[in-house]
T-cell receptor
Framework: GQNIDQPTEMTATEGAIVQINCTYQ??????LFWYQQHAGEAPTFLSYNVLDGLEEKGRFSSFLSRSKGYSYLLLKELQMKDSASYLCAAMDSNYQLIWGAGTKLIIKP | KAGVTQTPRYLIKTRGQQVTLSCSPI?????VSWYQQTPGQGLQFLFE???????NKGNFPGRFSGRQFSNSRSEMNVSTLELGDSALYLC?????????????FGPGTRLTVL
């Protein structure tokens, strides 16, 4: 079957760095998406990886290892506004997104 | 460019009733996907429409149905509501279907079934 695993909740301190992991098993693979969702709001697109390696976008970076079925989202210089849920989704061979349950990130001052 | 809009934003219904939710995609986007989101369950895929045709369907009972109009606006209908249907219903639009394309989400409709 198809499956995405990510931690349910993580806590980090303002100004620090946090890494949110995601492992996936899909029928075929057409890339890995990360979305951010603030409470009560719509998910917003953060990143897309299809090749192995690290993609950096300001304070946020996303990494992919296709051979390990593994991705992570790295958030640097954490700010209180980064408190949100982070959703990992893998696209299968039918271009269907398979979603993880999301990781709730709590930032403490 | 206006984002994805969904109406209504909030709904309260009782068991057995039916409900229709509406989604207007970003201008130029022809694909609309619907998701159900409940705490701890993540996004559960309901269906995807492209050019007025259902392209994909998730594992939901037949009480959940949808359609898409020629202007790409989409509606989903849930008949004979059950308590377990209480959830946030999100729609997402993308330019095309059957390709790698970023989905852009609307704010959702929060449905409460009493």
């Amino acid at each position: 079957g198809q499956n995405i695993d990510q931690p349910t909740e993580m806590t980090a301190t303002e100004g620090a760095i946090v890494q949110i992991n995601c492992t996936y098993q899909t029928s075929g693979f057409n890339g890995l998406f990360w979305y951010q969702q603030h409470a009560g709001e719509a998910p917003t697109f953060l990143s897309y990886n299809v090749l192995d390696g690290l993609e950096e976008k300001g304070r946020f970076s996303s990494f992919l290892s296709r051979s390990k079925g593994y991705s992570y989202l790295l958030l640097k210089e954490l700010q209180m506004k980064d408190s949100a849920s982070y959703l990992c989704a893998a696209m299968d061979s039918n271009y269907q997104l398979i979603w993880g349950a999301g990781t709730k990130l709590i930032i403490k001052p | 460019k206006a984002g994805v809009t969904q109406t209504p934003r909030y709904l309260i219904k009782t068991r057995g009733q039916q409900v229709t939710l509406s989604c207007s995609p970003i201008s130029g986007h022809r694909s609309v996907s619907w998701y159900q989101q409940t705490p701890g369950q993540g996004l559960q895929f309901l269906f995807e429409y492209f050019s007025e045709t259902q392209r994909n369907k998730g594992n939901f009972p037949g009480r959940f149905s949808g359609r898409q109009f020629s202007n790409s606006r989409s509606e989903m209908n849930v008949s004979t509501l059950e308590l377990g249907d209480s959830a946030l219903y999100l729609c997402a639009s993308s330019l095309a279907s059957g390709d790698v394309d970023t989905q852009y989400f609307g704010p959702g409709t929060r449905l409460t079934v009493l």
